[in-house]
């Protein structure tokens, strides 16, 4: 993929750049006449954002604050990108009124309208797919992630080039593990593996936290030894207090009276089990007969979302399914359940008719031995076998969940810790094509950073103790020196584009990096730039973007040395932007 140009339609909204092979500089300079304003919000990062929009980036004041406050002023407009790809060129046209909406196609042919899901799947498959693959590939989940290692802008209040290979802060390392073994070609089999198993253990020991800190709460109980010693305890009072109650004797005076009480006890206490039966069966039969009316997918998908967003589409689809067959359940079982919900109601309405006639019987009895005050113990004793069991019920319930959630999580630690072996085997069967790419990174390296007798490290470590189990460390002599991290970054996305450049059709040919030559010591640009000009003299197509001000990134006005002079930027600068003549024009 080659970038060719990018205008609005209709003109005006700002000045249509072309894109050239080589060094794209995006320049910003002072104004003779004011030499003291700054050079920031002049537009060189908000041009860079154009180039995302129009490559498919969210638009929200959320995901991009700078792009959305000129919303207004980019009403009307359409953002148009031209680009190539293995000598096709295409074009792609969207607008801030409606970003989800947009028009792409070949050149030469007539436009189609997508949505941007529609888009994002096209433009997957068209830049990334790689030939006969054996990993993981899912074009239009991963469009725009894949698309951030080549368009590194910088957004407000975020952190710049701390990580090379964490270059997405907002998800985790084993997450984009599997992007960046995509990107270097690797299998990535393994690291999609290990991804989806990390996703099911944060699910699963996220929800055993809440269950048990329920059951610590309401129970007073901190583990699940504690909670199977609680339920054998309650089982046991159980038992007893049923016994004493089916022995409750209360005195010889009051035999007969006591007698009668007892087997109206029993049948009533009979009769509420069996409508107790009755009504949890009904409850389940009803539960499996209708479906609710309203099911909150949005609810459900945003809360997954905190986990992970591939977890939420996961648990949507899924839950969708469940919702599908559930359903056509209830229709194959209607007539069914229908007669037995028919027959229940019916027993349950001539026991409580039962149970109506022998606690009137019993009220008598009751209330003539209640004026004896014979009757507390026996009133009490019924109230608190009530409350142990439905306690036992509950306590039993959750305890089974958590079992089975614990037993599952025991099962992914197990999985996971074979695949940490199967890393390592992993490793020595991809040692060649790893070594390879390291000497590559080395290369780079020592083109950019001149004179240095230390080497460069790219290593990917099996069994690492991090989530990730496979770990991608990239070391520079002195890296946590001024400019030095921005330097890893710099080195191992020039290596896979270059990689990429040389062993795909398709592959992104340019590289987007927004400030990061600021506090780089001034012969790393130098060498930067004879480097992407030495890639141009082999008849390769290589486009690297980047921001730079006329004071601040170098002094001097870039000074005089060797070719790097006021003169080469111009000539290398596709956009100038000053305090007077800013982006759009006008402030925003």
């Not at 980036?57 to 002023?73: D, I, M, P, V």
């Not at 046209?93 to 189609?112: H, M, Q, T, W």
């Not at 433009?123 to 469009?143: D, S, T």
């Not at 990096?513 to 780089?520: C, E, K, L, S, T």
């Amino acid at each position: 993929m080659y970038l060719n140009k990018i205008y609005s339609e209709p003109i005006g909204l700002f000045d249509a750049v072309e894109f050239k092979n080589g060094l794209n500089f995006i320049h910003g300079i002072k104004d003779d006449d004011t030499p003291k304003e700054s050079l920031n919000s002049v537009g060189k990062s908000t041009f860079l954002d154009l180039i995302d929009f129009a490559l498919l980036s969210s638009f929200s004041k959320t995901h991009n604050q700078r792009l959305y406050k000129a919303k207004s002023l980019m009403s009307g407009y359409n953002i148009v990108l031209e680009f190539e790809i293995d000598s096709t060129s295409y074009i792609v046209k969207r607008n801030v009124d409606e970003p989800n909406i947009i028009e792409f196609g070949a050149l030469s042919e007539d436009l189609i309208t997508y949505s941007i899901k529609e888009l994002k799947k096209k433009f997957g498959n068209l830049i990334f797919k790689r030939n006969n693959y054996e990993g993981v590939f899912l074009p239009e989940k991963w469009f725009r992630s894949l698309m951030l290692f080549y368009v590194k802008i910088q957004k407000f209040k975020k952190a710049k080039f701390l990580d090379p290979i964490k270059y997405i802060s907002e998800i985790s390392e084993t997450q984009i593990n599997v992007y960046q073994f995509y990107l270097l070609g690797l299998n990535n089999n393994i690291t999609n593996r290990i991804y989806e198993h990390r996703v099911r253990q944060s699910g699963i020991s996220t929800t055993i936290k809440e269950v048990s800190k329920y059951v610590a709460e309401k129970y007073d109980i901190t583990d699940l030894k504690q909670a199977q010693i609680e339920t054998s305890k309650l089982k046991l009072e159980i038992k007893k207090l049923s016994n004493a109650l089916d022995k409750f004797e209360l005195g010889a005076q009051y035999d007969d009276a006591e007698k009668e009480a007892n087997i109206l006890t029993e049948r009533i206490k009979n009769n509420l089990y069996q409508n107790f039966i009755d009504t949890e069966k009904l409850k389940s039969y009803k539960s499996s007969f209708t479906l609710p009316s309203k099911i909150n997918m949005r609810r459900i998908n945003s809360m997954y979302k905190e986990i992970s967003e591939e977890f939420a589409l996961k648990v949507n689809k899924t839950l969708k399914e469940a919702i599908d067959f559930r359903k056509k359940l209830n229709e194959s079982r209607k007539e069914f359940l229908q007669l037995e919900i028919d027959k229940i109601k019916g027993n349950i309405e001539l026991r409580n008719e039962l149970i109506q006639e022998s606690e009137k019987t019993r009220a008598k009895i009751f209330t003539f031995l209640a004026a004896k005050e014979a009757i507390t113990d026996l009133t009490e004793a019924f109230y608190n076998l009530n409350e142990k069991r439905n306690k036992l019920g509950d306590l039993e319930a959750n305890t089974k969940i958590l079992f089975d959630l614990q037993k599952e999580l025991d099962e992914i630690l197990a999985e996971l810790t074979k695949m940490s072996s199967e890393s390592l085997e992993f490793l020595n069967d991809e040692n060649d094509f790893i070594l390879k790419f390291s000497e590559n990174f080395d290369s780079v390296y020592n083109e950019i950073y001149l004179n240095k007798k230390d080497t460069s490290q790219l290593s990917i470590i099996g069994g690492s103790r991090k989530n990730s189990i496979l770990e991608i460390d990239i070391s520079l002599p002195d890296m946590f020196g001024k400019g030095k991290n921005q330097g890893r970054t710099l080195i191992y996305d020039l290596s896979v584009l270059l990689y990429n450049i040389i062993n795909t059709n398709n592959f992104p040919r340019f590289l987007i990096h927004d400030g990061i030559f600021d506090g780089v010591d001034k012969a790393h640009f130098v060498s930067v730039c004879k480097f992407i000009e030495g890639i141009v003299s082999t008849g390769r197509k290589i486009q690297y973007i980047t921001t730079i001000n006329e004071e601040g990134t170098l002094s001097d006005k870039f000074g005089d040395e060797e070719i790097i002079n006021p003169e080469y930027i111009d000539q290398n600068s596709i956009l100038t932007l000053s305090p007077t003549s800013k982006l759009f024009k006008v402030d925003f």
